[in-house]
């Protein structure tokens, strides 16, 4: 973005919109991955039961750990929201959350082809 005297300005940022977005994301990809994946070892060790148990705990573990990083993030003052010396302490729980979301279901994956 342009001003009017010819010098760039960042974009404002808000970090409580933007953590809640990722979450939304998170938790969209985590749902399809671990469908997918637990499906597939569920096909190939035929552990039903374990794979549905499984699924339930890890859906009941991951909402509360995403629900902290949102309500984290959520609760900061409109100051704080804006403030770019939090991009440190953001790209640290972004890099959290990502990891959950996407290792958790391959973790999952895991376990039930070595019980398999």
Avoid at 88 to 103: K, N, P, S
Wanted: glycine residues 6%; positive net charge.
């Amino acid at each position: 973005m342009k001003a009017l005297d010819g010098v760039s300005q960042a974009k404002p940022v808000d970090w409580r919109k933007s953590m809640s977005d990722n979450v939304a994301i998170a938790l969209i990809v985590y749902t399809i991955l671990n469908i997918f994946l637990t499906v597939d070892a569920i096909k190939e060790t035929g552990l039903k039961s374990l794979a549905m148990l499984c699924l339930v705990v890890l859906v009941a573990g991951i909402t509360p750990a995403c629900r902290w990083f949102e309500k984290r993030w959520r609760d900061i003052s409109e100051e704080e929201a804006h403030d770019r010396a939090l991009a440190g302490a953001y790209r640290r729980d972004q890099i959290l959350l990502w990891l959950l979301a996407l290792g958790l279901p391959f973790a999952l994956t895991l376990v039930f082809k070595t019980l398999g």
